[in-house]
T-cell receptor
């Protein structure tokens, strides 16, 4: 079945460090891929997305490229800030038999220290 | 525009008690979902409703029931709460037809449930 695997956390970085959170997926067909972010005490919100191979999603300095050949969608940011401290979820979505399938990774907690 | 609204935000129950978590969305979305979030487990799908009048089991449906009351509302009921159901519950909605957002899920702020 479909699955999403993302790197185990927690991840602790200093401000202005480079961030990579790895995400790989298993799915049939051509899913859309997403990164969601959850700030403390809040629900998840969409950070960025890519709907087809080689697409690059970007938002708030974060980027991720849909790599079909490696079934990956790694999240990167060149210079993290304290305000980026949150839990990040990789997810895939595809349509099967008229219904939506949505699968989330287990989340990676990021803490950025000043 | 409120998005997805969940009530209550916090609840403490005793084992065996029942309760209903309410969820409403004002975005005219077809599909709605209930997830639970536990430490180290990420998000797990409990039930979903692809459209008004339909509901389907997700990954962890045992001990829960749902009702898709109308297009806006999707409630989750615990008939006899157990300590294993202590969790944070999230409702979400999506319009699979996209509407320009590529099928983005919109989440409520969560309901933190503790079962003693």
């Amino acid at each position: 079945g479909d699955s999403v695997t993302q790197m185990e956390g927690p991840v602790t970085l200093s401000e202005e460090a480079f961030l990579t959170i790895n995400c790989t997926y298993t799915a049939t067909g051509y899913p859309s891929l997403f990164w969601y972010v959850q700030y403390p005490g809040e629900g998840l919100q969409l950070l960025l997305k890519a709907t087809k191979a080689d697409d690059k999603g970007s938002n708030k300095g974060f980027e991720a490229t849909y790599r079909k050949e490696t079934t990956s969608f790694h999240l990167e940011k060149g210079s993290v800030q304290v305000s980026d401290s949150a839990v990040y979820f990789c997810a895939l979505r595809r349509t099967q038999g008229g219904s939506e399938k949505l699968v989330f990774g287990k989340g990676t907690k990021l803490t950025v220290n000043p | 525009n409120a998005g997805v609204t969940q009530t209550p935000k916090f609840q403490v129950l005793k084992t065996g008690q029942s309760m209903t978590l309410q969820c409403a969305q004002d975005m005219n979305h077809n599909s709605m979902y209930w997830y639970r979030q536990d430490p180290g487990m990420g998000l797990r799908l409990i039930y979903y409703s692809a459209s008004e009048g339909t509901t389907d089991k997700g990954e962890v449906p045992n001990g829960y029931n749902v009702s898709r009351l109308n297009k806006r509302e999707f409630s989750l009921r615990l008939e006899s709460a157990a300590p294993s159901q202590t969790s944070v519950y999230f409702c979400a909605s999506i319009n699979p037809r996209g509407g320009g957002v590529g099928g983005e899920l919109f989440f409520g702020e969560g309901s933190r449930l503790t079962v003693l």
